[in-house]
């Protein structure tokens, strides 16, 4: 069964601090994606990858940063944490030749 | 105006009952995707539409390309049924999702 695995479910991090979320996916796929998910906001996108150390900005990139050394493993940054950044983090990914997408079951962060 | 439109927003109903939700969008795209969203959850995708119509269990989604709006029906809906359900489109060779702001379901026992 194919697989998209965030490394954590739920984390609490303190303001300021540097913080790595980490998507992995047994697909063998081209795209990956994060998005962030608020309450009233719906899905925003932050960041995707189309290749190997490729990286777009999405919508909302402000206070994050994406690494991408091996296609399998897609990180999200968040430089120094703020309170603000307290959400439900979703990672996907895509073949390019298919339209299709898998999502990981999400991280939920929490910066106190 | 946003370019993907879902209805309604919000939907309660009785076990058993034929459930229908609705998603209308306003560019053209090469495909539709109907996605599952469990209380706390992960996101799960259940059809990835260009064209027709497609059957998985209970679950049909159809879309009709000329009028730009697709449906997902549930038949003999249970209350495990209940999650909200996103509509989202992708355009050409554009990576990026374009999401509908989602139905919030719920199925009484």
């Known amino acids: 069964d194919v697989k998209v695995t965030q490394s954590s479910r739920y984390l609490v991090k303190r303001t300021g601090e540097k913080v790595f979320l980490e998507c992995v996916q047994d697909?063998?796929?081209?795209?990956m994606f994060w998005y962030r998910q608020d309450p009233g906001l719906g899905l925003r996108l932050i960041y995707f990858?189309?290749?190997?150390?490729?990286?777009e900005k999405g919508d909302i990139p402000e206070g994050y940063s994406v690494s991408r050394e091996k296609k399998e493993r897609f990180s999200l940054i968040l430089e120094s944490a703020s309170t603000n950044q307290t959400s439900m983090y979703l990672c996907?990914?895509?073949?390019?030749?298919?339209?299709?997408?898998?999502f990981g079951s999400g991280t939920r962060l929490t910066v106190v | 105006k946003n370019e993907v439109e879902q209805s309604p927003q919000n939907l309660t109903a009785q076990e058993g009952e034929f459930i229908t939700i609705n998603c209308s969008y306003s560019?053209?795209?090469?495909?539709l995707h109907w996605l599952q969203q469990h209380p706390g959850g992960g996101i799960v995708s259940l059809f990835m539409?260009?064209?027709?119509?497609k059957k998985h269990g209970r679950l049909i989604a159809t879309i009709n390309i000329q009028e730009k709006h697709s449906s997902l029906h549930i038949t003999a809906s249970h209350p495990r049924d209940s999650a909200v359900y996103i509509c989202?489109?992708?355009?050409?060779?554009?990576?990026?999702?374009?999401w509908g702001a989602g139905t919030k379901l719920i199925i009484k026992p």
């Open positions: 996907a990914s895509r073949s390019t030749g298919n339209y299709g997408y898998t």
């Open positions: 697909m063998d796929h081209e795209n």
């Open positions: 990858s189309y290749d190997v150390k490729m990286k």
């Open positions: 560019v053209g795209i090469s495909a």
């Open positions: 539409l260009s064209s027709g119509k």
């Open positions: 989202a489109v992708t355009l050409g060779s554009n990576y990026q999702l374009i």
